[in-house]
T-cell receptor, first 114, second 111 residues
Framework: EPEVTQTPSHQVTQMGQEVILRCVPI?????FYWYRQILGQKVEFLVS????????KSEIFDDQFSVERPDGSNFTLKIRSTKLEDSAMYFC????????????FGDGTRLSIL | QKEVEQNSGPLSVPEGAIASLNCTYS??????FFWYRQYSGKSPELIMF????GDKEDGRFTAQLNKASQYVSLLIRDSQPSDSATYLC???????????FGGGTRLMVKP
């Protein structure tokens, strides 16, 4: 069964550094998402991406964050000048269509900011 | 503020019993409803989705939706120890395609 794949599985970064999290969505899916989950808290929406542009973003997704689809398969989340509170699990998801289609999640990247 | 509420649990049921998990949501414009299972340290795994009032069955799982009461539930029949996990309710409003998650209910199935 097709899967969303994420790399790396664990990223350790010094505060203030930039980090790029990578995702390969399911190949025939059109919508891509990033969510995060701080330890012990709810899964929170960050951003959705469709047709090579951001379609929705949350208040969390400020100027520190950016997303890109650099080629036909990868979808990346860049976090500039990381802060301690950015430590979380970051999940990429994809869906074949819009709001009526289930979103399938990757295994996540655990980001630890020191 | 769109809220999705779940009892955090733990909900403890014996093996073979029916587990009933409940979820309420605040946004009347919500149109799509999803149940995910999350094992500790893992990612959410899609279990069921439902769009219309009533019941939807898939194997041992039944999702129930009551839009008038803004209430979604998940029934797990013949519960197994491997069903022990946190179950996340998530909704999408008619304003977009982002999932709003509840905090999850931790289910423990005891052998």
């Amino acid at each position: 069964e097709p899967e969303v794949t994420q790399t790396p599985s664990h990223q350790v970064t010094q505060m203030g550094q930039e980090v790029i999290l990578r995702c390969v969505p399911i190949s025939n899916h059109l919508y891509f998402y990033w969510y995060r989950q701080i330890l012990g808290q709810k899964v929170e929406f960050l951003v959705s991406f469709y047709n090579n542009e951001i379609s929705e973003k949350s208040e969390i997704f400020d100027d520190q964050f950016s997303v890109e689809r650099p080629d036909g398969s990868n979808f990346t989340l860049k976090i500039r000048s990381t802060k301690l509170e950015d430590s979380a699990m970051y999940f990429c998801a994809s869906s074949p269509g819009g709001a009526d289609q289930p979103q399938h999640f990757g295994d996540g990247t655990r980001l630890s900011i020191l | 503020q769109k809220e999705v509420e779940q009892n955090s649990g733990p909900l403890s049921v014996p093996e073979g019993a029916i587990a009933s998990l409940n979820c309420t949501y605040s946004d009347r414009g919500s149109q799509s409803f999803f149940w995910y299972r999350q094992y500790s340290g893992k990612s959410p795994e899609l279990i069921m989705f439902i769009y219309s009032n009533g019941d939807k069955e898939d194997g041992r799982f039944t999702a129930q939706l009551n839009k008038a009461s803004q209430y979604v539930s998940l029934l797990i029949r013949d519960s197994q120890p491997s069903d022990s996990a946190t179950y996340l309710c998530a909704v999408i409003s008619n304003a977009g395609n982002m999932l709003t998650f509840g905090g999850g209910t931790r289910l423990m199935v005891k052998p």
